[in-house]
């Protein structure tokens, strides 16, 4: 068991940590309610390795694949759920839940993926509402006989397109559930596997037919209220690394032209180019971005976020603009290695902790500096500023939402692991 300082002793930390960024002009009382006002979707799929809980042998596939084989995942939707409040217990704010189409609960029954309706969530919601979560979606588009060819939505099988189609359009319509059940807009985000292992030699024919098919499955006028759609693009994944049909300019060009949501994942470019610069670039053009932040280790590896430099710079990207409200916040990692509640609580904790040092940046002096093009003050204070007080607003931050204080967290998973996890077979 980990020990941590006392209540006074933060206490009195934040009390000097708030005068020393006071100094700095910063309000940290104003950051920190902008703080509890920014919710981050946590995705579902950390909890069983993304797995599902459909009535067939799960499969693995489309280019994902969680390592590892940590003792204790979930189940069942009901450890599942127990697991994720688990995490939410133990991180500060009021948050989403981000749901894929196979974790359906059918009742036994074997409901294909096209034939998915709102029903099949029926539970996913009332946990939601409960909890005072909103809730977003994603078709799973991958794992299943249909997609063994490595193609669906611009599959050359028509009748796989149609039944991928099918699918889409089942997943709009039970995030527009969602969205008015929980009342607050669900993201239903669109991603698909489709690719080549090798060299093609017909880039473009996969692209044209999932123009079409996309077109298809936003056809129906579904209210912004209730659901909003987003498409993600990828550079390559296992199985696809000369090719994805999906690609960054493909999805650009389809968001800005339909109007769409686009989904920029953290993983999904080449390994040295990050998300954050990408930002503002196409918030220029569309209203609103769907980030899944995430973390690659040389490649598309999803591993759990950490507070680097790439989340920091992302944070800052969304405080600096003022673009919380035009940007959905998004986690996408899977890592099966270590125990997956504490992947959540990390990850999740690292996402918000980023967002509240961007919030207590002094960004009016960085500015000022820049715009008298002093830029040696510029990179001297951002040197200087990494090192202000942030963890001990964290610190009361947390104390005063309830939640576990720094180690403290880490403690609770021990227990948990002890009393939940290690009683599963
Ligand atoms: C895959 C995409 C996608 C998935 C989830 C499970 O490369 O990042 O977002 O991780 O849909
Ligand atoms: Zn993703």
Same mark, same amino acid.
């Given at each position: 068991?980990?020990?941590?300082?006392?209540?006074?002793?933060?206490?009195?930390?934040?009390?000097?940590?708030?005068?020393?960024?006071?100094?700095?002009?910063?309000?940290?009382?104003?950051?920190?309610?902008?703080?509890?006002?920014?919710?981050?979707?946590?995705?579902?799929?950390?909890?069983?390795?993304?797995?599902?809980?459909?009535?067939?042998?799960?499969?693995?596939?489309?280019? %994902?694949? $969680?390592?590892?084989?940590?003792?204790?995942?979930?189940?069942?939707?009901?450890?599942?759920?127990?697991?994720?409040?688990?995490?939410?217990?133990?991180?500060?704010?009021?948050?989403?839940?981000?749901?894929? $189409?196979?974790?359906?609960?059918?009742?036994?029954?074997?409901?294909?993926?096209?034939?998915?309706?709102?029903?099949?969530?029926?539970?996913?919601?009332?946990?939601?509402?409960?909890?005072?979560?909103? &809730?977003?979606?994603?078709?799973?588009?991958?794992?299943?006989?249909?997609?063994?060819?490595?193609?669906?939505?611009?599959?050359?099988?028509?009748?796989? @397109?149609?039944?991928?189609?099918?699918?889409?359009?089942?997943?709009?319509?039970?995030?527009?559930?969602?969205?008015?059940?929980?009342?607050?807009?669900?993201?239903?985000?669109?991603?698909?596997?489709?690719? &080549?292992?090798?060299?093609?030699?017909? @880039?473009?024919?996969?692209?044209?037919?999932?123009?079409?098919?996309?077109?298809?499955?936003?056809?129906?006028?579904?209210?912004?209220?209730?659901?909003?759609?987003?498409?993600?693009?990828?550079?390559?994944?296992?199985?696809?690394?000369?090719?994805?049909?999906?690609?960054?300019?493909?999805?650009?060009?389809?968001?800005?032209?339909?109007?769409?949501?686009?989904?920029?994942?953290?993983?999904?470019?080449?390994?040295?180019?990050?998300?954050?610069?990408?930002?503002?670039?196409?918030?220029?053009?569309?209203?609103?971005?769907?980030?899944?932040?995430?973390?690659?280790?040389?490649?598309?590896?999803?591993?759990?976020?950490?507070?680097?430099?790439?989340?920091?710079?992302?944070?800052?990207? %969304?405080?600096?603009?003022?673009?919380?409200?035009?940007?959905?916040?998004?986690?996408?990692?899977?890592? $099966?290695?270590?125990?997956?509640?504490?992947?959540?609580?990390?990850?999740?904790?690292? &996402?918000?902790?980023?967002?509240?040092?961007?919030?207590?940046?002094?960004?009016?002096?960085?500015?000022?500096?820049?715009?008298?093009?002093?830029?040696?003050?510029?990179?001297?204070?951002?040197?200087?500023?990494?090192?202000?007080?942030?963890?001990?607003?964290?610190?009361?931050?947390?104390?005063?939402?309830?939640?576990?204080?720094?180690?403290?967290?880490?403690? $609770?998973?021990?227990?948990?692991?002890?009393?939940?996890?290690?009683? @599963?077979?």
């Amino acid at each position: 068991m980990f020990s941590r300082p006392t209540d006074l002793q933060i206490e009195r930390s934040f009390a000097v940590a708030s005068e020393v960024y006071a100094a700095y002009g910063v309000d940290v009382p104003a950051a920190l309610s902008r703080l509890a006002e920014i919710p981050i979707s946590l995705h579902c799929w950390q909890g069983d390795d993304v797995g599902g809980f459909e009535n067939v042998e799960a499969q693995s596939g489309g280019g %994902i694949q $969680a390592t590892g084989n940590y003792p204790g995942k979930a189940r069942t939707a009901d450890e599942l759920r127990q697991d994720a409040e688990k995490a939410l217990s133990l991180i500060p704010g009021r948050h989403r839940f981000n749901l894929h $189409a196979m974790y359906a609960e059918t009742n036994g029954k074997c409901v294909d993926r096209n034939e998915l309706a709102p029903e099949h969530f029926a539970r996913w919601i009332d946990w939601a509402k409960a909890l005072g979560l909103g &809730m977003d979606f994603n078709p799973t588009c991958f794992a299943h006989p249909k997609a063994d060819s490595g193609f669906t939505l611009s599959s050359a099988d028509a009748g796989v @397109r149609r039944f991928w189609i099918e699918h889409c359009i089942a997943c709009r319509r039970i995030g527009a559930a969602i969205g008015k059940a929980l009342g607050s807009p669900a993201v239903t985000n669109v991603w698909i596997p489709d690719g &080549m292992k090798d060299i093609p030699i017909d @880039r473009n024919a996969p692209r044209q037919r999932l123009v079409e098919a996309l077109d298809a499955v936003f056809k129906e006028e579904i209210d912004p209220k209730l659901n909003l759609d987003a498409v993600e693009s990828k550079l390559f994944g296992i199985g696809s690394e000369c090719y994805v049909v999906g690609s960054h300019e493909f999805y650009l060009g389809y968001a800005v032209t339909r109007k769409k949501l686009l989904t920029l994942d953290a993983g999904h470019f080449h390994p040295t180019e990050t998300i954050a610069d990408k930002i503002c670039s196409v918030l220029a053009y569309l209203p609103e971005l769907l980030l899944h932040v995430s973390r690659g280790v040389r490649w598309d590896s999803d591993h759990v976020v950490i507070l680097n430099d790439d989340l920091r710079a992302t944070a800052e990207e %969304i405080i600096r603009h003022g673009f919380e409200k035009r940007i959905h916040i998004g986690l996408d990692f899977f890592d $099966a290695s270590i125990n997956r509640i504490a992947a959540w609580v990390t990850g999740t904790r690292a &996402m918000l902790k980023a967002i509240l040092i961007a919030l207590l940046e002094p960004t009016h002096l960085l500015r000022a500096a820049e715009d008298a093009g002093d830029y040696t003050a510029r990179l001297a204070l951002l040197e200087e500023i990494k090192t202000l007080p942030s963890g001990a607003v964290w610190d009361c931050y947390c104390l005063e939402r309830g939640v576990p204080v720094g180690t403290d967290w880490i403690n $609770a998973v021990k227990q948990y692991e002890n009393d939940v996890l290690a009683k @599963r077979g």
